[in-house]
């Protein structure tokens, strides 16, 4: 086999893998888009959303990016449920969740800052 064939033969492999990545990538993405759309994500702005995202995306590459106007963790913003109701405060139950016995329903206190 002469260089040039050995060349297009390697080419021909690159364009082959990088299409299986981009469609690996295509199909993770889809998995993970699955995952919000379980989620109550319209509790929370967009813009945190986004930063949410971008720090868990830097912080799994090592990255030490951090996004801007996203509140520390001890201080979140409160926001209100999708519900219309309040948000629990500091000690508070939130409701029961049905056929779930009270024994197992835990008060979770902020961490101490």
Not at 83 to 98: D, F, K, L, M, N
Request: a positive charge.
């Amino acid at each position: 086999m002469s260089e040039r064939d050995r060349l297009h033969e390697l080419e021909a492999r690159q364009l082959k893998i990088r299409d299986e990545v981009e469609m690996a990538r295509a199909h993770l993405r889809e998995r993970y888009a699955l995952i919000v759309r379980s989620l109550p994500v319209e509790r929370i702005s967009e813009k945190d959303f986004r930063a949410l995202i971008e720090k868990a995306v830097f912080a799994s590459e090592g990255g030490t990016r951090e996004p801007v106007g996203l509140p520390p963790p001890g201080r979140a913003r409160k926001t209100a449920p999708a519900s219309g109701g309040t948000p629990p405060g500091t000690g508070e139950r939130s409701a029961q969740a049905p056929g779930s016995p009270a024994s197992t329903q835990k008060v979770i206190s902020p961490a101490p800052v």
